[in-house]
């Protein structure tokens, strides 16, 4: 299946791009579509603890079932205000 | 005006409070974060704001259903601004209105916590001999830790 992976700020910067188009085996989880990521660009491990997961522009779990065509972000911890 | 909002336009903390205020308000809180010229010892030069923007907008009025749940009555409106924006600009303005001014304030303080948990916002610092993305929290909304800790400032 095709997933749209959007990645933010410094992730964003370690991958060089903020939007990836990937196929990925299914049946996916954002946990599957991670590790396809991190296996293509191993420098994005370093927040494999500390990120937090949306499906479709909300908030997810890493165990979430993703389906074909779902745009899933992978979020650094945030610092707005 | 919508009352959750992401905005790389200039924040208006005077317009949101008349689109907010009623005759029925006895207080109103405001809150404006503004870029400051100093973090962790470094000067600091400017600031980009990136957002994830669907979901800044619904954590945003995530937020304000949590406060109308906490302090009901009171109503909020939130902007943050996105973008390069220089020392002294205001980043995020807060309106909280409310009957009485204890409700307006803790739900004003309350917002501000929160965002600074929850709202998939990051900032780009642009510093004196470098640059580095700040981070913050771990993004969870359904953290009730987080919130009770958001709570307990509220109302300390």
Known sequence: MRVTIRLF?????????????????????????WAS????????????????????????????????????????????? | MALAAVTSERLNVE????????????????????????NQGRTVLF???EAYEPLA???????????????????????????RLEIGEASVVIVAASAHRGDAFAACRY???RIKQIVPIWKHEHFEGGDVWLEGATADPEDETAKLHAFKIACA
């Open chain 2, 15 to 38: 317009a949101l409070t008349s689109e907010l205020t009623m005759g029925t308000d006895g207080a109103v809180a405001t809150f404006s974060g503004l870029v400051r010229n100093h």
């Open chain 1, 37 to 81: 990521l991190t296996a293509e660009i191993p420098a994005l491990l370093e927040y494999e603890r500390t990120l937090s997961v949306a499906v479709n522009a909300e908030y997810s779990r890493m165990a979430a079932a993703v389906q074909d065509g779902d745009e899933v972000a992978f979020l650094p911890p945030v610092s707005g205000g």
């Open chain 2, 57 to 83: 907008v619904r954590a945003l009025a995530r937020i304000i259903d949590e406060t109308h749940g906490r302090w009901p009555g009171t109503r909020l409106g939130v902007h943050h601004r996105i973008g």
């Open chain 1, 9 to 33: 700020a410094r992730l964003r910067d370690l991958a060089g791009a903020g939007e990836l188009t990937r196929e990925i085996p299914g049946p996916a989880t954002a946990r599957t579509v």
């Open chain 2, 47 to 49: 600031l980009e704001y």
């Open chain 2, 111 to 113: 917002a501000i916590e």
